[in-house]
């Protein structure tokens, strides 16, 4: 069993920064690729980031280019997602996700065997 926790989301200004965790807790024993998605409310699960055991290959969404950065300190057992320049858009649940079943990194929401609650993320104007 793996457990995932999200934190750091919160209410920010546009233009603002916020950096997001997620705590992964339980049987950790192999290596395992993580990803950040998001979530609107009547909308689609997003793919927001991806980063592989070693940190070496990382993936991002189109429309997070440039702004945000993934990112892993396997030693603690924790990923991390920076966020800068945000925009009203960004608003969302952010959750991230473990891939037990690979080293590397996915784009999608199927390819993940665990998932976090989330962390709610409120861009203002």
């Known amino acids: 069993q793996v457990q995932l926790v999200e934190s750091g989301g919160g209410l920010v200004q546009a233009g603002g920064s916020l950096r997001l965790s997620c705590a992964v807790s339980g049987r950790t024993f192999m290596r395992y690729g993580m990803g950040w998605f998001r979530q609107a409310p009547g909308k689609e699960r997003e793919f927001v980031a991806a980063i592989t055991w070693s940190g070496g290959t990382t993936y991002y969404g189109d429309s997070v280019k440039g702004r945000f950065t993934i990112s892993r300190d396997n030693a603690k057992n924790t990923v991390y997602l920076q966020m800068n320049s945000l925009k009203p858009e960004d608003t969302a649940l952010y959750l991230c996700?473990?891939?037990?079943?690979?080293?590397?990194?996915?784009?999608?929401?199927?390819?993940?065997?665990?998932w976090g609650r989330g962390t709610q993320v409120t861009v203002s104007s």
């Open positions: 996700a473990a891939d037990l079943k690979f080293s590397s990194a996915s784009t999608y929401p199927r390819d993940y065997d665990y």
